[in-house]
């Protein structure tokens, strides 16, 4: 039986629909044009369904039927479902990269809910930004929500063997330019990948990301592993339609469920799961929006004390989502590092995390490890600092090889994208395995949109002579499906003029990961030097949406997000006037 904190003439929905005026005639009567009859919606909770399907979202493709299950779920409980679309935010196929676009997606999702008679949502996505995206705009807007993930897709095959998501086409990418694989198994490679609906099934971002949503307490649980094409994926979508209604009764909103401890809780999950690099940069700007002051700190904290247990690529070294899920998923995670999390957190269920990852089991061992037999023995990010960094930049540990953990060598940088795709295949570029390869201009502002670059191409030179990773440093982002000695989100970003911009061809770095830093070794009265003849690059943009991004977006340690969105759930929400 659904408590209910509310009555249905305080249902927000109530003062579009039930008025006896002029402008609740027209609600009405538009809503009857459309074959609705009052009964349907009248004392209902009225359930947006936000949608991020377009024909141009591969990853989302199932929402277009997926939908529909959870209007059966809202339409069951008594509830009135509306489907709103949104952005769709594909990360293969947007340019020049979704990050530009996070924000919009969140705006657009807030606005859509402030301006509708809606009382709670269902928010679907997954693809990487759409999870963040779709978080942020709920969490500022704060009415009852659930995120229904859209679930990886099912393993790629080749030949009999597994491919999995991005983590491959890097690798088999190399093998060709080293001549190892012919251009027929590239081809056959491309039509194997990706050969279901549904997100990436490594644990790139978007596993990641929705793995996360679910620690946060925003999905119900078990939901972020269930693959796509599982018709267990269709059940959790109508039991997501039933719940929200229930939870709109009971007034459940996210600002009861993103307090401080299930932000850690989220942080702990993401350490164990062999994360995504950008799971830090978006649960920053999420516990911004949510009041909690989560920083790089958070992050480095839990890496110390919780290590990587799932066993996916690319930490892992052959497994996918898919088996993690057979494995016992999410629920069976957490319940092995139950002593690092708040059980008592409320989730979106009505019921605790602890509540319900109780007797959640493992059945395959080496999938999700126990703790004493991880495959990494701290957890899978680590944040660095120094005279290259003051504001930090990320490293994926368990994803490189071992020997660069702590490593000198000199420069090679690039200013650029396309001078850099040009170099590296230069049979005669001055380079060694031992060089850093430099990225620069790749940031926040200067990419602009912080796009994934960041796993700059080894060298073709280097690679015929089998070289498969070397030290890589930018202030990019990299895909939660990339891997190797890749140093990331250098703050500030070159752009507006961070140390990264005053780096020369053959002055030497050293990183040094047990220690957490990373320094350029250049005397400071040369840095000063050269930071006085530094000129900023051009303007990225003079017009439009990009403009307005380049005046606004905050630096990688703080989120990205727009300076004059981060304000938390202190500040009411302003609701739209119906008059
Ligand atoms: Fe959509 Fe990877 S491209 S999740």
């Given at each position: 039986m659904?408590?209910?904190?509310k009555?249905?003439?305080?249902?927000?929905?109530?003062?579009?629909f039930?008025?006896d005026d002029?402008?609740?005639f027209?609600?009405?009567?538009?809503?009857?044009?459309?074959?609705y009859?009052p009964e349907?919606w009248r004392?209902?909770p009225v359930i947006?369904?936000?949608?991020?399907?377009?024909d141009?979202?591969?990853?989302h493709?199932?929402?277009k039927?997926?939908?529909?299950d959870?209007k059966r779920?809202v339409l069951?409980?008594?509830g009135?479902?509306?489907?709103l679309?949104?952005?769709s935010?594909?990360e293969?196929l947007?340019?020049p990269?979704?990050m530009?676009?996070r924000?919009m997606?969140?705006?657009d999702?807030?606005?859509?809910?402030?301006?509708h008679?809606?009382?709670?949502v269902v928010?679907?996505?997954g693809c990487d930004?759409?999870?963040?995206g779709l978080?942020l705009?709920?969490?500022?807007?704060n009415?009852?929500a659930?995120?229904?993930?859209?679930?990886?897709?099912?393993?790629g095959n080749w030949?009999?063997?597994t491919?999995?998501?991005?983590?491959?086409?890097?690798?088999?990418?190399?093998?060709?330019?080293?001549?190892?694989?012919s251009?027929?198994d590239?081809?056959?490679?491309?039509a194997g990948i990706?050969?279901?609906?549904?997100?990436?099934m490594t644990?790139g971002?978007?596993?990641t990301?929705?793995?996360?949503a679910?620690?946060i307490g925003?999905?119900?649980p078990?939901?972020?592993?269930?693959?796509?094409a599982?018709?267990?994926?269709?059940r959790?979508?109508?039991?997501a339609?039933?719940?929200?209604?229930?939870?709109v009764?009971?007034?459940l909103?996210?600002?009861?469920?993103?307090?401080?401890?299930a932000?850690e809780?989220?942080i702990?999950?993401a350490?164990?799961m062999?994360?995504s690099t950008?799971?830090?940069?978006?649960?920053?700007?999420?516990?911004?929006?949510?009041?909690?002051?989560i920083?790089l700190?958070?992050?480095e904290?839990?890496?110390r004390?919780v290590p990587?247990?799932a066993?996916v690529?690319p930490s892992g070294?052959?497994?996918?989502?898919?088996d993690?899920f057979?494995a016992?998923?999410l629920p069976g995670?957490?319940n092995?590092?139950?002593?690092?999390l708040?059980?008592?957190c409320?989730?979106?269920s009505?019921?605790?995390?602890?509540?319900?990852i109780?007797?959640?089991?493992?059945?395959?061992d080496?999938?999700?490890?126990?703790?004493?037999n991880?495959?990494?023995?701290?957890?899978?990010l680590a944040?660095?600092?120094?005279?290259?960094?003051?504001?930090?930049c990320?490293?994926k540990p368990s994803?490189?090889?071992?020997?660069?953990?702590?490593?000198?060598?000199?420069a090679?940088v690039?200013d650029?994208y396309?001078s850099?795709?040009k170099a590296v295949?230069?049979p005669?570029?001055?380079?060694?395995?031992?060089?850093v390869?430099i990225l620069r201009?790749?940031?926040?502002?200067?990419?602009?949109g912080?796009?994934e670059w960041g796993?700059?191409?080894?060298?073709?030179?280097?690679?015929?002579?089998?070289?498969r990773d070397m030290?890589?440093?930018s202030d990019?982002?990299?895909?939660?499906?990339?891997y190797?000695a890749?140093?990331?989100?250098v703050?500030p970003e070159?752009?507006?003029?961070?140390?990264?911009a005053?780096?020369?061809?053959?002055?030497?770095?050293?990183?040094?990961?047990?220690?957490?830093?990373?320094?350029?070794?250049v005397?400071?009265?040369?840095l000063a030097?050269?930071?006085?003849?530094?000129k900023q690059p051009?303007?990225?943009?003079?017009?439009?949406?990009g403009?307005?991004?380049?005046?606004h977006i905050?630096?990688?340690?703080?989120?990205?997000?727009?300076?004059?969105?981060?304000t938390?759930?202190?500040k009411?929400?302003?609701?739209?006037?119906i008059?």
């Amino acid at each position: 039986m659904t408590k209910k904190n509310k009555t249905p003439d305080q249902l927000r929905s109530a003062r579009w629909f039930a008025p006896d005026d002029l402008r609740a005639f027209g609600h009405r009567s538009r809503a009857m044009q459309m074959g609705y009859a009052p009964e349907e919606w009248r004392d209902r909770p009225v359930i947006a369904i936000i949608n991020t399907w377009s024909d141009a979202q591969p990853c989302h493709m199932h929402f277009k039927s997926r939908v529909d299950d959870v209007k059966r779920g809202v339409l069951m409980a008594g509830g009135f479902p509306l489907e709103l679309p949104a952005l769709s935010l594909s990360e293969s196929l947007l340019k020049p990269t979704t990050m530009l676009y996070r924000n919009m997606l969140a705006m657009d999702a807030e606005e859509l809910l402030r301006g509708h008679p809606v009382d709670g949502v269902v928010l679907m996505g997954g693809c990487d930004k759409t999870t963040p995206g779709l978080l942020l705009g709920a969490t500022s807007m704060n009415l009852p929500a659930i995120y229904l993930p859209a679930g990886p897709m099912l393993r790629g095959n080749w030949k009999g063997r597994t491919l999995g998501s991005g983590s491959d086409a890097w690798k088999y990418w190399d093998e060709r330019r080293a001549g190892k694989i012919s251009d027929k198994d590239w081809v056959d490679m491309e039509a194997g990948i990706a050969r279901s609906y549904g997100t990436c099934m490594t644990m790139g971002t978007a596993s990641t990301m929705t793995a996360i949503a679910e620690a946060i307490g925003m999905t119900l649980p078990g939901a972020s592993s269930i693959p796509a094409a599982d018709a267990n994926h269709i059940r959790m979508s109508s039991e997501a339609g039933r719940r929200i209604v229930e939870m709109v009764w009971e007034d459940l909103t996210p600002q009861k469920i993103q307090s401080r401890r299930a932000f850690e809780n989220a942080i702990t999950v993401a350490m164990a799961m062999g994360c995504s690099t950008n799971a830090i940069i978006h649960l920053i700007a999420q516990g911004r929006r949510a009041g909690q002051d989560i920083s790089l700190d958070d992050f480095e904290t839990a890496s110390r004390k919780v290590p990587v247990i799932a066993n996916v690529r690319p930490s892992g070294d052959h497994y996918l989502m898919e088996d993690f899920f057979y494995a016992g998923g999410l629920p069976g995670l957490m319940n092995r590092i139950k002593q690092h999390l708040h059980l008592d957190c409320v989730t979106v269920s009505g019921k605790t995390l602890g509540e319900n990852i109780a007797g959640a089991e493992v059945h395959i061992d080496d999938v999700i490890r126990t703790v004493d037999n991880p495959i990494y023995k701290e957890g899978a990010l680590a944040v660095l600092k120094g005279n290259l960094a003051p504001d930090g930049c990320v490293i994926k540990p368990s994803a490189c090889d071992p020997r660069f953990l702590k490593h000198t060598g000199p420069a090679l940088v690039f200013d650029d994208y396309p001078s850099m795709k040009k170099a590296v295949d230069d049979p005669d570029l001055d380079v060694t395995a031992d060089h850093v390869l430099i990225l620069r201009n790749a940031g926040p502002q200067g990419g602009p949109g912080m796009p994934e670059w960041g796993m700059l191409p080894i060298p073709t030179k280097l690679v015929k002579q089998g070289v498969r990773d070397m030290v890589r440093l930018s202030d990019a982002r990299m895909s939660g499906t990339s891997y190797g000695a890749c140093i990331l989100h250098v703050s500030p970003e070159s752009y507006i003029g961070g140390p990264l911009a005053l780096v020369r061809n053959g002055d030497r770095i050293t990183l040094d990961v047990a220690a957490r830093t990373i320094n350029l070794d250049v005397p400071e009265a040369e840095l000063a030097r050269r930071r006085a003849e530094w000129k900023q690059p051009e303007k990225r943009f003079e017009r439009g949406y990009g403009w307005m991004f380049s005046k606004h977006i905050k630096q990688a340690n703080e989120g990205c997000d727009f300076d004059f969105l981060e304000t938390g759930f202190g500040k009411p929400v302003g609701e739209p006037s119906i008059y």
